[in-house]
Nanobody, 131 residues
């Protein structure tokens, strides 16, 4: 099974930036759509962004559009989430998830809580935005 490890979280002031990384091991990431989720205390986990296995499609939650950018480097088996103009409401534990999708769905990615595909999760990284 694909193993995922997130890194790059930390404490940042409002308006600052962080870049999260999701490093995969165990299998090539070429056939996986990857998504970032976050969960704030007392709230449900929500989808933030996703990228298709081909990298041709990206999606963002309305709350982060224009501020966050997702990208992937399959050679490094890593997906990144560049987060700019951070706000206190971005404070959460951020998780990456990988969906093993069929080849013909190489342009699809999923930010939903459930998918019909095998999904692997990382352990999460804390992001705190505070002055």
């Amino acid at each position: 099974q694909l193993q995922l490890v997130e890194s790059g979280g930390g404490l940042v002031q409002p308006g600052g930036s962080l870049r999260l990384s999701c490093a995969a091991s165990g299998f090539t990431t070429d056939y996986y759509a990857i998504a970032w989720f976050r969960q704030a205390p007392g709230k449900e986990r929500e989808g933030v962004s996703c990228i298709s296995s081909s990298g041709s499609t990206t999606n963002y939650a309305d709350s982060v559009k224009g501020r966050f950018t997702i990208s992937r480097d399959n050679a490094k088996r890593t997906v990144y989430l560049q987060m700019n103009s951070l706000k206190p409401e971005d404070t959460a534990v951020y998780f990456c998830a990988a969906d093993r999708v069929p080849l013909f769905l190489h342009t699809m990615c999923y930010m939903t809580a459930q998918t019909p595909y095998s999904r692997s999760w990382g352990q999460g990284t804390q992001v705190t935005v505070s002055s």
